[in-house]
């Protein structure tokens, strides 16, 4: 019940946000952490990247006994960054700082593809690939533990995903995962509030995360090259569009992610990560008398990190591409479903690559549906771009006006172009047949025998494009109508 209420007050448009008390006026966007980062690149003559991460840890106060074991001690002093203005190092502090209080989460930036990431494990993992051990055994700090880490897993994610689901068995009903949030203003982000009270291991944590563990293997593998930190994550980050899935860029990160811990035991990591930081640490959560509690840690939870995080897509909520509300009461859909509707939009005819094209053509899609056609809501349910991304429309939750006499029988996804004598990027294609379609049925929103039809098989036109349809026809779980 608590889920469907809070679908509907993202579909009202009821946001409440917080002020944060630290008074920093530069955007909390990610090029701003390049920007500075460049800066001080520029002004210290820095030409080695294991100081710039060393100052970062600095500012952000990582430099405790776990992380000197897995990244080396921080060798900096203050005077080295005596040059940035006083709201340079606020900005820095900030930003290097991942803190959850009830539904305000801070330390995170925007970025330009219009995810949001916690800057801390990214940079932890800059730090972690420089100097990069893939076999850091735990006798080392205990001889009677056995057991192996990857510095860059443990440094970004492995600890804090324990954690989180250690919190979550101790206390039976908290959850383990987070949520996403949204920004007070996508031009000027400052404030970011998530969309529940959620745990420290939220949607933007694992984004960080995530790009931590693949910008830390990059520099690993390219230790001969010099390169600069600013370089690398302006190439990550970047707004020019995407063409290919093996790019290196921060459209892809779960699939990149995915393909980089696919020779690990991600259970074995969490749980040597976290012995780790017990032997370390003076956490509170590590009882003298709980010798066995790591062992709570479960296959179970790694699946559904595995699930959410890596088998289904990446949404871009609605408040992000800033989605007029709902006009009046939504229609909530009766779970799990038959069927999926494929459609294309037509109109926008061309494909989106970038977040700022693809949020517009939401807008503009809305707008028609909503002004034009009379409609409470843009139709579909959800619909994709040629970004990497799924856009939520009315979600999993709400019934849609997509399908004509079908609405509530499943779900509408349209591919943002015109699709009559072109495919949509293989990249596209793979989202939903191979990601949208196993997440629902795992998450229980489609049945698993679905049944897949183009919108042309049950309304009188051409949509989703002739060549789109031969295609989907190839597909599992697509029937012809009798």
Known sequence: MFQKMKHLLILLGCFFFWTHSKEVSIPFHISQVIHV?????????????????????????????????????????????????????????????????????????????????????????????????????????????????????????????????????????????????CWNNISYPNVFTLLEVSPSFTDAFVNGGFDGVILGNYLSENKDHALKISSVMREYYNENGQTGQAQLKSNFRRQNFAHFIRNYDMREQVKNSLYLYKHLSQDPVFQPSDNNIIDLISEKDMEEF??????????????????????????????PLGFVYIHHTYEPSKPCRTFPECAADMRSMQ??????????????????????????????????????????????????????????????????????????????????????????????TSCPGEKLYQLIKTWPGFKEVH
């Open 367 to 460: 707008r028609f549906h909503q002004e034009d056609r009379g409609w409470q809501d843009i139709g579909y349910n959800f619909v994709v771009g040629s970004d990497g991304y799924l856009y939520e429309g009315r979600g999993w939750l709400i019934q849609g006006a997509h399908t004509k006499g079908n609405n509530e029988k499943g779900y509408g996804v349209s591919f943002i172009g015109d699709y009559t004598s072109a495919l949509p990027e293989s990249f596209a294609l793979e989202l939903v047949k191979e990601s949208f379609l196993k997440c629902a049925v795992k998450g229980l929103n489609i049945v698993s025998n679905f049944t897949i039809h183009g919108h042309r098989q049950l309304v009188n």
């Open 306 to 335: 595995q699930r959410v995080y890596l088998e289904c897509p990446a949404i871009i909520p609605r408040c992000m591409w800033e989605a007029k509300p709902f006009i009046g009461t939504p229609t909530p859909l009766k779970l």
């Open 37 to 181: 980062i460049e800066e001080i690149e520029n002004k210290l003559l820095v030409s080695s990247a294991v100081k710039i991460t060393e100052l970062l840890r600095k500012i952000g106060k990582q430099d405790n006994a776990y992380y000197q074991h897995l990244l080396g001690d921080v060798l900096v002093s203050d005077a080295e960054l005596s040059f940035l203005t006083k709201e340079q190092t606020e900005f820095l502090k900030y930003v290097m700082q991942h803190e959850v209080k009830s539904t305000s989460e801070y330390g995170v930036v925007l970025t330009r593809d219009g995810t949001s990431v916690a800057t801390s494990p990214l940079i932890l993992g800059l730090a972690a690939g420089l100097k990069r051990q893939t076999n850091m055994p735990l006798s080392v700090i205990n001889q009677d533990l056995a057991g192996t880490v990857d510095n860059i897993l443990s440094a970004t994610l492995t600890k804090d995903l324990g954690l989180s689901y250690l919190l979550s068995h101790i206390n039976q009903s908290t959850a383990a995962l987070g949520s996403h949030g």
